[in-house]
């Protein structure tokens, strides 16, 4: 039996790792037998459980793109995190689950021996970096253990400095629970919370509106998420006619197909709340174990499908509000002669709905609104930007739909473009700096308050 071919597959199941990791702490803690089973098996089964109701989302998005793109006539490219993915698994896959290893354990020791406190449990996230990473340190020279120690290290680091930046806006979305945002569509997020900020009021939160009694069901967001979904299908599918839609629709009337999958997108949104719930209910209380006993002051970085429940109108808002932006920024780019990006439904529904979520945590409704909008002509304009750079790097006509990818990609390349290899180690020495500053910052506190103590107790003898 291979073990290393067995831990490369652990490695690629996040689910297996929050168990790990739930495991480690309810150790750590002594929990009894009983408490430890039920504390390592909840975490793994709601996380298994909010990947189902991602899945029943993502398969009902794609038909309703397909139906906008045949209705309107639009083409282009579609971002996707999992067509580019694809490409590179298949050109450097060895290098990349080195690179993913690597970065993995990178940032558990950054997490140990910095200050930067956060282990980034949204595995199949680091994959998507490492196959960025591999693809271009790949192509502008690295390889073998120069390439995987790069790539590990970026990772790592990325992983770790990505949720720091935000945390002020993630605990004004969690209200101060113990958890971080592990996905890499934050910078988006966090401008989205800038944005939010600017333009309404934290008081106004979309969660606390008031409702007539006779609209009351909107207040239930299963109920209003169907509703809304429908509606979208339905108008997808007149756009794009009856021919067409019975091609994808197996037969099915389309407005039956349309109404079934506006419902049954509704139920993904279900399922994904009801993981949530079974997985933070369990793993943040382990996670103390991890924090008090392995990584002093540790910090679960989950995905921003975790999030959704503290703020679920304005999931709904969000994507609608980001789909939008992403219109707008296409036809901006179709206007100023760039690559034309067709808004992919699957990156404005889950990066809409998280920057929607950081929105109204700083600004309310307003927030929620003007800061997923502003997510999507980010993810637009970033994606338009880098297909040029894929595409000299051997992939055509896509890009990856999150935001952090095109900017990790963009700063690389034009360090290489500038500076050759120095370029990539230049930016290597600086994400270290930004690792170590910290650290330095706090040991010279610490010894100016010795020092002034040391004064003090001088001063009380001599007196």
């Not at 067709?342 to 929607?356: K, S, T």
Request: aromatic share 10%; net charge negative; proline share 3%.
């Amino acid at each position: 039996m291979d073990v290393l071919a067995i831990l490369l597959d652990v490695v690629k199941q996040p689910a297996l790792i929050v168990g790990i990791f739930s495991f480690i702490g309810l150790m750590a803690l002594r929990k009894p037998f009983h408490k430890v089973l039920t504390g390592t098996l909840r975490p793994v089964l709601g996380y298994i459980m909010m990947m189902a109701g991602a899945n029943i989302i993502v398969a009902n998005l794609e038909p309703l793109g397909d139906m906008i793109h045949e209705g309107f006539h639009i083409t282009g490219v579609v971002p996707s995190n999992e067509a580019i993915v694809a490409s590179a698994s298949r050109l450097l896959g060895t290098e990349t689950m080195f690179i993913l290893v690597a970065g993995l354990m990178m940032n558990l020791l950054i997490a140990r021996f910095t200050r930067f406190k956060y282990v980034f449990l949204t595995v199949h996230h680091s994959f998507f970096m490492a196959c960025l990473l591999s693809a271009v340190l790949g192509t502008i020279g690295l390889s073998g253990i120069e390439l995987v120690l790069c790539g590990g290290f970026l990772l790592g680091a990325w992983s770790s400095i990505s949720p720091a930046i935000g945390q002020k806006y993630t605990n004004r979305v969690t209200h101060g629970d113990h958890i971080a945002l592990g996905h890499f569509g934050s910078l988006a997020y966090y401008i989205s919370a800038w944005v939010g900020s600017k333009v309404g009021r934290a008081d106004d939160n979309i969660e606390d509106m008031e409702i007539p009694e006779k609209w009351a069901f909107l207040k239930d967001t299963t109920v209003s998420t169907a509703m809304t979904m429908v509606v979208f299908f339905l108008l997808a599918a007149f756009a794009s006619g009856s021919d067409y839609v019975s091609t994808i629709s197996k037969g099915m009337s389309p407005v039956i197909f349309a109404i079934m999958s506006g419902l049954e997108f509704a139920v993904g949104v279900a399922v994904v709340s009801a993981g949530i719930n079974m997985m933070l209910g369990d793993l943040i209380p382990a996670f103390k174990g991890v924090s008090e006993k392995v990584i002093p002051s540790a910090v679960p970085a989950v995905d921003c499908v975790a999030f959704f429940n503290y703020a679920p109108t304005a999931v709904v808002l969000g994507f609608v509000s980001s789909f939008i932006g992403g219109v707008l920024g296409m036809v901006v780019l179709g206007f100023a002669g760039g690559v034309l990006i067709v808004p992919g439904l699957v990156a404005h529904f889950f990066c809409g709905a998280a920057a929607g979520i950081f929105g109204n945590a700083t600004g309310g409704r307003r927030g929620a609104a003007a800061g997923a909008f502003t997510n999507g002509l980010l993810i637009t304009f970033a994606a338009s930007l880098l297909v040029p750079v894929f595409e000299g790097l051997g992939f055509k006509n896509t890009t990856f739909g999150d935001f952090d990818f095109n900017v990790v990609g963009m700063v690389l390349s034009m360090a290489y473009r500038f500076l050759g290899t120095y370029g990539i180690y230049a930016v290597i020495a600086l994400v270290l700096a930004v690792l170590v500053a910290p650290n330095f910052m706090h040991m010279k506190n610490r010894v100016i308050n010795q020092v002034e103590e040391m004064e003090e107790e001088k001063e009380e003898a001599e007196d």
